[in-house]
């Protein structure tokens, strides 16, 4: 009867006590479409990849630090493209002095379709 009774407890606070759950979550905005072109910024690091349809805007890639998934087909327009970025980045070009392009956001996270 006790082993019973000491289940029941067991059971019963399993059951009772508040569990918080948590779930992954991803950083960033999402963006998505067709790229239209994509270039190096020759006076800084990362490509200026600017983006059509869905969510389009111009955003920084940078190889190496934003994670890619799929075919990485970041350079070649036509391509569909889909991820997240958060506001602001630099991407400048040469000029005298470096001119910052328009920059939507940065890439947190991309991948591409196959072709």
Do not use: D, E, W
């Not at 020759?42 to 111009?58: D, E, L, N, R």
């Not at 890619?68 to 970041?74: A, D, E, I, M, W």
């Amino acid at each position: 009867m006790r082993t019973l009774l000491l289940g029941a407890m067991i059971v019963l606070a399993a059951f009772s006590s508040p569990i918080q759950a948590t779930a992954a979550t991803v950083s960033g905005i999402g963006f998505g479409g067709y790229i239209l072109f994509s270039f190096p910024c020759t006076c800084s690091t990362g490509y200026y990849v600017v983006v059509a349809g869905v969510s389009p805007g111009a955003f920084v890639y940078y190889p190496g630090f934003t994670p890619t998934y799929l075919y990485g087909q970041l350079y070649k327009p036509g391509t569909a493209v889909l991820g997240t970025y958060t506001p602001g980045g630099v991407c400048l070009m040469t000029a005298t002095p470096c001119v910052p392009l328009f920059v939507t956001g940065t890439m947190t996270m991309v991948g591409t379709s196959p072709i």
